[in-house]
């Protein structure tokens, strides 16, 4: 398992750059990481890896991007029976993490089918055969998706907003999917590390409500402090 920890560097493309150089906090232009053809191309070699080595590839913002978002969800009472949805699942990794958490009503989803597969082999490996991935692409679910009590994304909105073909309109549809997708008073827990607290506070201002950051790991460049990843929790209201 390839663990990409905050200071990963991430394959972009051709080149490898550092992550902070990736995600910078304000202006980031479209990128590769934001087509589904990179995904696509990106999940079909760890698919061909798990099934080689049994490798699960690469964990975004590390394990303890999963953890954080564990610790709230048994401090906020998240019950076991809770429908929860992974939004862009990757390798089904967090889905993983949720059921030996004792999380048994899960769904991912992805548009990636090399996602989906490399998903459901990897659950599988964790006798998890109960848990539906669904290759789906959010921005367009036509209602598919709803009455959820918690969604997650771990680093999805971030590849929709580096989308190089429209990513001011994938991000409007984002929020109106999510807001389709969460029951009234339903929690949203997002992992960016593209997007600051603020810059996320204003993007699901209307018909949501901040309820608090988890705490991630800060650095110090320039004289300045700054966290590589933000981790906040919303609520669905009306
Ligand atoms: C940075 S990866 C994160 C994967 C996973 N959440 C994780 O933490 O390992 C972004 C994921 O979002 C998926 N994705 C991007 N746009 C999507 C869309 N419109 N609908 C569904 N999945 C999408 C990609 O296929 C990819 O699996």
Request: aromatic fraction near 10%; include cysteine.
């Amino acid at each position: 398992m390839e663990v990409a920890t905050e200071s990963m560097e991430v394959k972009n493309g051709n080149s490898s750059e550092p992550v902070d150089d990736r995600c910078s906090d304000n202006d980031f232009g479209p990128s590769i990481l934001g087509t589904k053809e990179y995904w696509e191309e990106a999940y079909q070699k760890e698919l061909e890896t798990f099934t080689d080595i049994g490798d699960v590839g690469e964990i975004w913002f590390g394990e303890e991007s999963m953890s954080r978002v564990l610790r709230w969800m048994d401090k906020a009472k998240i019950p076991e029976n809770a429908s929860i949805l992974d939004i862009g699942t990757g390798n089904g990794a967090f889905l993983v993490e949720l059921a030996k958490h004792g999380y048994r009503n899960l769904t991912g989803i992805d548009y990636s089918p090399a996602s989906v597969e490399l998903s459901k082999n990897v659950l599988q490996a964790e006798d998890l055969t109960d848990v539906p991935v669904k290759e789906l692409d959010f921005l367009n679910c036509q209602g598919e998706l709803k009455g959820f009590d918690v969604c997650i994304d771990k680093g999805t909105f971030d590849a929709i907003s580096l989308n190089p073909d429209n990513s001011v309109e994938g991000k409007k549809l984002y929020v109106q999917a999510l807001k389709d997708a969460l029951k009234d008073k339903g929690f949203f827990a997002v992992t960016s590390c593209n997007w600051t607290k603020e810059q996320l506070l204003d993007r699901f201002s209307e018909g949501f409500e901040f309820v608090q950051d988890l705490p991630s790991p800060s650095f110090q460049f320039g004289g300045k402090t700054g966290n590589s990843v933000t981790a906040l929790i919303f609520k669905r209201v009306h």
